[in-house]
């Protein structure tokens, strides 16, 4: 008895990852697009982030680098960070911190010289100060980490729309 319920759950299991092999997202388009030059100005370290970010996704598509649709652009990336103390107790010590990054990004054709993105992006986060100073920066670093993402999410979704305009 056990051994045929078995079988006959091991042959569902194997029917659904099947059926799950050609899996595809809906809301997915290929940017075809290389970075042939870059600037980044004053905060060099979270720009590079950004860049950093933005490069690994143009690596993916250098397979079709000889593709005249390839878009290739100029990135000029200019970061700001701005750390403020949000509260403090009595004493004077800060308990709550706010970091502010806020990044112009202007991405151009090569070619053409034509501005396809201009756009400012400015995002904040708070976070509290931990008993541990260590434990403070870790959280801070997160909190960095998590608006660089949000920055390079919307830089794709301003890019995707003036890539297929284009």
Request: cysteine-free.
């Given at each position: 008895m056990k051994k045929t319920a078995y079988l006959i759950t091991s042959v569902i299991l194997l029917i659904f990852i099947n059926s799950c092999a050609g899996y595809k997202p809906i809301y997915t388009t290929e940017l075809n697009f290389e970075i042939t030059d870059y600037s980044l100005k004053n905060d060099?370290?979270?720009?590079?982030?950004?860049?950093?970010?933005?490069?690994?996704?143009?690596?993916?598509?250098?397979n079709s680098k000889d593709d005249p649709q390839t878009a290739k652009i100029i990135m000029i990336i200019d970061t700001t960070k701005n750390k403020t103390s949000m509260s403090k107790d009595a004493a004077g010590k800060v308990l709550e911190y706010?970091?502010?990054?806020?990044?112009?990004?202007?991405?151009?054709?090569?070619?053409?010289?034509?501005?396809?993105?201009?756009?400012?992006?400015?995002?904040?986060?708070?976070?509290?100060?931990?008993?541990?100073?260590?434990?403070?920066?870790?959280?801070?670093?997160?909190?960095i980490e998590n608006i660089i993402d949000k920055i390079f999410q919307n830089i794709l979704i301003k890019m995707s729309d003036s890539l297929i305009s284009k």
């Open positions: 060099k370290k979270l720009g590079k982030k950004i860049y950093s970010k933005l490069y690994n996704l143009s690596k993916r598509s250098k706010k970091i502010e990054i806020t990044s112009n990004i202007q991405i151009k054709d090569y070619f053409s010289v034509d501005e396809m993105v201009n756009q400012t992006f400015s995002y904040s986060s708070l976070y509290q100060v931990q008993t541990q100073y260590s434990e403070t920066i870790n959280l801070e670093n997160k909190n």
